[in-house]
């Protein structure tokens, strides 16, 4: 495949303002973001951002940015209109969309969304991770995947919910955000209306597997340090600062 790496960012976060800037060890947290997919070594990286001061601190930093919309609705939306600006002769045959609140992501887990894509069957692939912490199992904040065995490490997911499922003895997955489209099924998503599932459990994933696409899912060893909050990003500076990936 030929992939393409994009990381959408956005200034209006509600509990975090202005989180792409947010300095962590001298820089700010979207270049950590971006030198993140570079190193997992995918394909071209760019930044998808509605904000000028973004563009330009991630151009600083030697990466591609493409300017896009401010009222997109979701980072899907967001990648979709820079992949046009990007590569509008269709060079790029996958995206891989990085979320810019993870600065401190393995890179061997962007490589590993990739991985799912190689069944043909596969449309969308993502990324989950087993729960270990009992509190995680009944938080609505937790994302949950509820699948079936597809091969090794790999679930093909029927289903996403905030509740606490599936019922019964057994593994259950925390929901990691990080996607791998293929191209054709990012046009398709991305022209769906919102679905009944999406709009109940407010996971916009939903709406693909309503529409009869298949989402697979990697099974990886840790959970990605996401930044929503001042003490996320306290713990991002502590790790960075020393010089080492989050496990």
């Not at 590569?87 to 887990?109: K, M």
């Not at 909050?229 to 010089?243: K, M, N, S, V």
Request: hydrophobic share 45%; with cysteine; glycine share 8%.
């Amino acid at each position: 495949m030929r992939p393409l790496v994009l990381v959408p960012a956005r200034m209006a976060s509600t509990r975090l303002p202005g989180k792409p800037l947010a300095e962590i060890a001298g820089r700010p947290m979207i270049v950590h973001v971006a030198e993140r997919a570079r190193e997992a070594d995918c394909g071209p990286v760019a930044v998808a951002t509605d904000d000028a001061r973004v563009a330009e601190a991630v151009r600083d930093a030697g990466f591609a940015a493409v300017m896009t919309r401010a009222d997109h609705p979701s980072g899907s939306d967001r990648i979709f209109e820079a992949l046009g600006a990007l590569d509008p002769e269709g060079r790029h045959d996958a995206v891989i969309n990085v979320q810019g609140d993870l600065p401190t992501i393995d890179p061997a887990d962007i490589r590993a969304a990739l991985s799912p894509l190689s069944d043909p069957a596969c449309d969308i692939a993502t990324l989950g991770v087993e729960i270990v912490d009992e509190a995680e199992k009944t938080n609505p904040n937790v994302v949950k995947i509820v699948g079936s065995p597809r091969g090794p490490s790999i679930l093909r997911a029927l289903y996403f919910t905030r509740a606490t499922a599936p019922w019964g003895e057994g593994p259950l997955y925390h929901h990691v955000g990080l996607y791998a489209y293929r191209r054709a099924a990012l046009d398709r998503f991305v022209a769906l209306p919102p679905s009944v599932l999406e709009t109940r459990e407010r996971l916009e994933q939903l709406r693909a597997l309503e529409a009869g696409m298949e989402i697979h899912a990697a099974i990886i060893d840790s959970e990605p340090l996401g930044v929503d909050t001042q003490p996320d990003l306290e713990r991002a500076r502590a790790i960075l600062g020393q010089g080492k990936q989050a496990t």
